[in-house]
């Protein structure tokens, strides 16, 4: 099988602006969540959606949201982007919620 | 604080050593994963242990969860330079996936 994809693999982008990161998960993966990671607050839970619904919310801003399709491809969204937002992004896949997670790559998000 | 507290922080020996990390909680879970990630990639799954006092192993990685569910250890024997990388115990919490901030591990030849 294929493993989870992330697109894309780096990104620069200026304060103010947003962003939209994507997911492709595990073929028949219905749970997709998204961390962020970074140096100083490691591994950190954003969101987590189960066919197309959300389904917990980490402890974020409300500039960061997400969806899921139908197809369970992902997508996050980080509007109004901070210099604190320059982090790792991934994404995980999972056969069933708060189950085994299947990592992605992850997108390295810089924010100048 | 974090919910899971994973010691040592760094740890940086010469191949064919022996060593252990510890993964401690005051909270119980039901389950407990450990990850290893390499610079530049995402974390992948070593192991899942579900019982306490269960001990599994993957060649020469040994994985044990506590009797209480509350803490869990990675034993690593005659280490190698590529188990050099960030080990991450998680567990589900109030609905969402914790992970501890990793032990950095590096393995010198």
């Known amino acids: 099988k294929a493993g989870v994809t992330q697109t894309p693999r780096y990104l620069i982008k200026t304060r103010g602006q947003q962003v939209t990161l994507s997911c492709s998960p595990i073929?028949?993966?219905?749970?997709v969540s998204w961390y962020q990671q970074t140096p100083g607050q490691g591994l950190q839970f954003l969101f987590e959606?189960?066919?197309?619904?959300?389904?917990n919310k980490g402890n974020f801003p409300g500039r960061f949201s997400g969806r899921q399709f139908s197809n369970s491809r992902s997508e996050m969204n980080v509007s109004t982007l901070e210099l604190g937002d320059s982090a790792l992004y991934l994404c995980?896949?999972?056969?069933?919620?708060?189950?085994?997670?299947?990592f992605g790559p992850g997108t390295r998000l810089t924010v100048t | 604080t974090q919910l899971l507290e994973q010691s040592p922080q760094f740890l940086s020996i010469q191949e064919g050593e022996n060593l252990t990390v510890y993964c401690n909680s005051s909270?119980?879970?039901?389950?407990l994963q450990w990850y290893r990630q390499e610079p530049g990639e995402g974390p992948v799954l070593l192991v899942t242990?579900?019982?306490?006092?269960e001990v599994k192993k993957l060649k020469r990685l040994t994985f044990q969860f506590g009797d209480a569910r509350k803490d869990s250890s990675l034993h690593i024997t005659a280490a190698q330079p590529g188990d050099t990388g960030l080990y991450l115990c998680?567990?589900?919490?109030?609905?969402?996936?914790?992970f501890g901030a990793g032990t950095r591990l590096t393995v010198k030849p």
């Open positions: 909270s119980v879970f039901s389950s």
């Open positions: 995980a896949s999972s056969p069933r919620v708060q189950y085994e997670q299947y």
């Open positions: 073929s028949g993966h219905r749970s």
């Open positions: 959606y189960f066919s197309e619904t959300q389904r």
């Open positions: 242990v579900v019982t306490g006092g």
């Open positions: 998680a567990g589900e919490y109030n609905n969402d996936m914790r």
